[in-house]
């Protein structure tokens, strides 16, 4: 392999590493709020590509996208009322399954309101053929996108759990409940909210990544199992374990497409997970505290 | 305490033998063949039922091992193994009985590996890979176990995709029945119906009851104990561990024989029925049918696969399996038998007032 190709093969593994790092601090901000793992979280970035791809028909498009980011956040919010809110003190069992289930209802709805077809935005600046070449590698505009947003999106979470009074108390509430209760914070909403976060967030990763990969009804589920892979390699709970993980995921992924056939691309990532959950199971990135978590879970 | 499971075996294949009458009687024979798909399908949900409602283990990989036992069957039995007086493995599988010859589409005839070595080799492997998966798999809980075992589902299913040698995108045709005896054959097409059919469910109901006998015996209480509480039955003495494990690869054995037998069965094998949706099922049948509940898992299977088979849900089939885990779970988490609607309607009403 010529050193640049290895680059070109580089940039797409971070373009879609990148992504696969954004499901995962979706996992993340639930499980860290809920001790839930939100097996639906991947359906929140097609659910994002596919609105956003429907309203960039009628709306200009930072307007679709955000119409897009907000009606998915409302998704999330009402998928933590209607299935997950009012369980007492449910199993971890019952939780993954149900949160399967609404996984394949919401991909079951996107197939009857979108059908079968594909899917994808306009590129945000630029086009197809804009690309420009940087060390003998070509660079699309909407790369840039998809990583200058993941880079935005783990910075501003920071600013928001670390400076911002909503952050510490969903920080609080993850940290104990009861508490948190105690102190007068409304934890119910906070769970709420980080549903509709996780979903916001995986929505937008949806919309910068659909004009380069496109969005079909049954994207999710690939999504999420990789989205999973990284939260588990980075350390559950570990937003830039989970930045630093994707990456690795994506361009093991794709540099694994040079040497093997593009349809074992999805063996390769699951191959990681089965290897990590069993043999370092509190991730590369992670801590100890964070495994001990994992497993009350 | 033990004669309500045998009247449950009689009630049973008395209900099996109604029906073959019943809808050959009616003219309705063709329903029999759809019967005898869903039952092997509710074979591989009695495993699971063992692992995930008695156990507390849950699997979404119950695909991947049905996929290992079809696609196992269905390559080893329409191989081109060359004439008999060929290479050295010909000449010793047809020497040893483990190969047979069987017409080829010119009229010719096939050297293969026989049905029976097969579906042996197919369970070997199942049983293998089950135990190789289940180490590691298994030390793990929640989320972590579900997770891990899509993931082997999803690998199972990726490699055949992506495999020319496994038919990729086509799947395997051209499978031949599986003879087990004069009158007992899997497969052979519309004229040997009824016989697939008491074969299938003759499996189940036998299967069924071992496995009752099973969950009352020693090891089962030990697996129910382990539901409840895994710190508190290795304090009792119970070898977690290994118990979990035997469970997941019997479990996985079922599903390996159900993925045999439905290849022989339709004549082949294609990746769309090894998708992770088919695990999800699995679940779907075990959560709905009750949580350590066979009989509940045999019955929901019996219906639900059929009526999927039929055609009845139309193109809303997965929608309904994800209505029936998310409505099942939430409402009757220990299966339908066990609804507490006095509970959610209190429960409901709470939340009005609130």
Partial sequence: MTLELFLQYLLAGLTYGSIYAVVAIGFNIVYSASGVINFAQGEFVMLGGMIAGSMARLLPLPLAVAVAVAATAAVGALVELVFVRWLVRPTVLRLVVITIGVAILLREAALSIWGEGVRSLPYFTGDELSAFSLWGVRVSPQVLWVLGTTVATVALLRLFFGHTMLGWEMRACANNRDSAALCGIPTRRLLTLSFALAAAIGALAGCVVSPIAYTSYSVGGSLAVKGFTVAILGGLGNSSGALAAGLVLGVLESLSVSLWPTAYKDVVALTVLLGILSFRPSGLFGSREASRLGEAG | MRAGPRVRVAV????????????????????????TMAAYDTLAALGLSLLMGYGGQISLGQ????????????????????????????????????????????????????????????????????????????????????????????????????????????????????????????????????????????????????????????????????????????????????????????????????????????????????????????????????????????????????????????????????????????????????????????????????
């Fill in chain 2, 12 to 35: 049973l294949a008395a209900a099996v033998a109604a029906l073959q009458l019943a809808l050959s009687g009616a003219g309705k024979g063709f329903y029999l063949t759809q019967l």
């Fill in chain 2, 63 to 354: 695909a991947g091992f049905f996929a290992i036992g079809g696609y196992t069957s269905a390559r080893l039995t329409t191989l081109d193994l060359g004439p008999p007086s060929g290479s050295g493995l010909a000449r010793a599988l047809a020497a040893l009985h483990l190969a047979s010859f069987r017409p080829d589409f010119a009229g010719g005839e096939l050297l293969s590996v026989a049905p029976l070595a097969a579906l042996a080799a197919a369970l070997l492997l199942g049983a293998a890979v089950a135990v190789a998966i289940g180490v590691p798999v298994l030390r793990l809980r929640g989320h972590s176990l579900a997770m891990a075992t899509l993931a082997f589902g999803v690998i199972v299913s990726s490699v055949v995709v992506g495999t020319e040698a496994l038919g990729a995108a086509d799947g395997l045709h051209g499978v031949p029945p599986l003879a087990l005896g004069p009158f007992l054959r899997v497969g052979g097409g519309p004229s040997h119906r009824v016989e697939n059919y008491y074969l299938a469910w003759g499996l189940v109901v036998v299967t069924a009851s071992l496995l009752e006998n099973l969950v009352h015996s020693r090891a089962g209480r030990a697996l129910r104990a382990l539901h409840g509480s895994e710190d508190a039955a290795g304090a009792m003495g119970i070898d977690a561990a290994a118990l979990k494990r035997k469970t997941f690869v019997l479990a996985a054995v079922l599903a390996t024989a159900a993925g045999a037998f439905t290849a022989h069965l339709d004549g082949g094998i294609g990746p769309a029925e090894v998708s992770a949706m088919r695990s999800v099922r699995y679940v779907a049948l075990v959560a709905v049918g009750g949580m350590g509940n066979l009989w509940g898992t045999l019955a929901a299977s019996a219906v639900l696969c059929f009526l999927s088979l039929r055609g009845t849900f139309g193109v809303h089939d997965d929608a309904v399996f994800g209505g029936i885990l998310v409505l099942s779970m939430l409402f009757a988490p220990e299966g339908i038998l066990h609804a507490d609607l006095g509970a959610l309607a209190a429960r409901l009403r709470g939340r009005e007032a609130g």
